[in-house]
């Protein structure tokens, strides 16, 4: 398998563009999560699925974002429209399971610069 | 709300030192994971902890679970500058997701 891919790997554009990041996860792996790091944030947990149906959207900031998972082979994040402030790096990760019983494995991510 | 602190948040040190560092929550967690995150990339697993006062060697890298089950230690023995990242940990209680720390940045310098 070629364990988690995450489209594009550098993105840049402007205030009030709309972006979207894309997610191919492992296959088999019943649950998806979408991440944001930031130097000052750390590694925040935005969304996550389960069998594609979205389980926890708590960490999503605000309306100008939102994720779905169409099938279980494809998941996208969309920002519209995007602020300077959203930059970050955005990571992918799919696993067999929600708890830290279970592995997460990470894509390489997105780095998403908004001028 | 459960919360996990990490520290020191920064560390650089030469290479063949030995260092430690430390995950704290005041919650009790069923498991506690760490990664190591290099530059560029996504995090990857090195080790899951679920027992009390549990150990993990993993080569040189030492990982104990703190037998009340709310800390955790990575010693690392004789560091590397292939050591280099971020370490984060990362756990879950018996009812609640996965969450992160914060990480400790490590620079070993050769």
């Known amino acids: 398998d070629a364990g988690v891919i995450q489209s594009p790997r550098h993105e840049v554009t402007e205030m009030g563009q709309e972006v979207t990041l894309r997610c191919k996860p492992i296959?088999?792996?019943?649950?998806l999560f979408w991440y944001r790091q930031t130097m000052m944030r750390g590694l925040e947990l935005l969304i996550y699925f389960n069998n594609n149906v979205p389980i926890d959207d708590s960490g999503m900031p605000e309306d100008r974002f939102s994720a779905k998972m169409p099938n279980a082979s494809f998941s996208t994040l969309k920002i519209q429209p995007s602020e300077p402030r959203d930059s970050a790096v955005y990571f992918c990760?799919?696993?067999?399971?929600?708890?830290?019983?279970?592995?997460?494995?990470f894509g390489p991510g997105t780095r998403l610069t908004v001028l | 709300t459960q919360l996990l602190e990490q520290s020191p948040q920064f560390l650089s040190i030469q290479e063949g030192e030995n260092l430690t560092v430390y995950c704290n929550s005041s919650?009790?967690?069923?498991?506690l994971q760490w990664y190591r995150q290099e530059p560029g990339e996504g995090p990857v697993l090195l080790v899951t902890v679920v027992t009390g006062g549990e150990v993990k060697k993993l080569k040189r890298l030492t990982f104990q679970f703190g037998d009340a089950r709310k800390d955790s230690s990575l010693h690392i023995t004789a560091a590397q500058p292939g050591d280099t990242g971020l370490y984060l940990c990362a756990g879950s209680t018996s009812y609640d997701k996965v969450i992160f720390g914060p990480g400790t940045s490590l620079s070993v310098i050769p």
């Open positions: 919650s009790v967690f069923s498991s």
């Open positions: 990760a799919s696993s067999l399971g929600d708890s830290s019983y279970n592995e997460q494995f």
């Open positions: 296959s088999g792996h019943d649950y």
